[in-house]
């Protein structure tokens, strides 16, 4: 198999993607990342001891790297090619013209309508989105039903139970602990967090705030962040170690105005914490309102609030939770469960 990324970063998607080829690699099935060279992503697939294909930066489809891609297929016949974002299926659509014929699948991550819909309904063999709403997208966009599977994003549970709780953060009797994980992008929701805090505030005056995280929303947070009491609230920035911040924390908090699935959820949940979550996109696959954590309208600070204090009203409800939580992640978002799918998907198209 052939996993292909345009991602300089390592988020979400370019995990999870390091999740499959390490699972599959594991149980014995030749895996190589095409990468852009020097990324993130290529640097952890070295460290992994996975083969790397390195393509240039940008565009994903130069003529380069368009070179590239043909000479491998054609040097590796039979090969299931997995573009992991929209510029690498566009790659390697393109490269499957010019070279020999290659099974070609596409994870969809993103909970937005499709902009090329006649892109995605010719340029992969399959589809997998991960969760139903990103599915309802495509068959809207006109993809065909049998062309298209869930297979919801995985966590590494023994990653996460490894993971020791951070040092940064001092626990203080009677002061609980919300926190929220995820680049500081508009459609993540981080201003109704922060809107909805004075409110949680006037209810539970010891109660701190952490988010985790970076990028363009960075600014308009420390603003709203300023006109809160001090040591309320704190912005710790871009982190390798989430996994250690969710273990400080006593409630997860996801405020997304639209979400694929939700990868940070799933570990907060795999953490033991309950989660407040925005009703949006794919978050309802993750969390069961009233079960695992309560889910409130996207974009609503009042309700936000009010789901928080609820569960920091009562304890006994949001260790219920928490418990519920691990056990869903366990049997649906486990990292065997995804390779598996994954692997039952890629013997279905067989070789080409």
Known sequence: MLHLSSEIGLRGGERQLLLLAAGLEALGFQQTVAAPRGSAL?????????????LTPRPAWSPQNLVRLVRWLRAHPGTVAHAHTSPALSLVALARRLGPPAAVVHTRRVAFPLRAARKYRTAADHYVAISRAIAEQLLAGGLEASRLSVIPSAVDL?????AAVTPEVEREPGRPLVGSVGALTPEKGHRVLLRAWPLVLA??????????????????????AAALPEGSVLLAGQREDAVSWLKALDLYVQPSLAEGLGGAVLEAMACRLPVVASRTGGLPDAVVDG??????PPGDPQALARSIMSLLGDPVRARAMAASGRARVEGLFA??????????????????
Request: net charge positive; proline share 9%.
């Open 335 to 352: 990292t065997p469960v995804m390779v598996d799918a994954h692997l039952a998907l890629y013997h279905r198209l067989g070789p080409h």
């Open 291 to 296: 079960s695992t954590g309560l889910l409130s």
């Open 203 to 224: 209810q539970h005056p010891g109660a701190r705030l952490v988010v985790v995280g970076d990028g363009p929303e960075r600014s308009a947070l420390e603003r709203l």
């Open 158 to 162: 023994r990653a996460i139970d490894a």
């Open 42 to 54: 290529a640097r952890r697939a070295g460290a992994l001891g996975l083969p790397l294909l390195p």
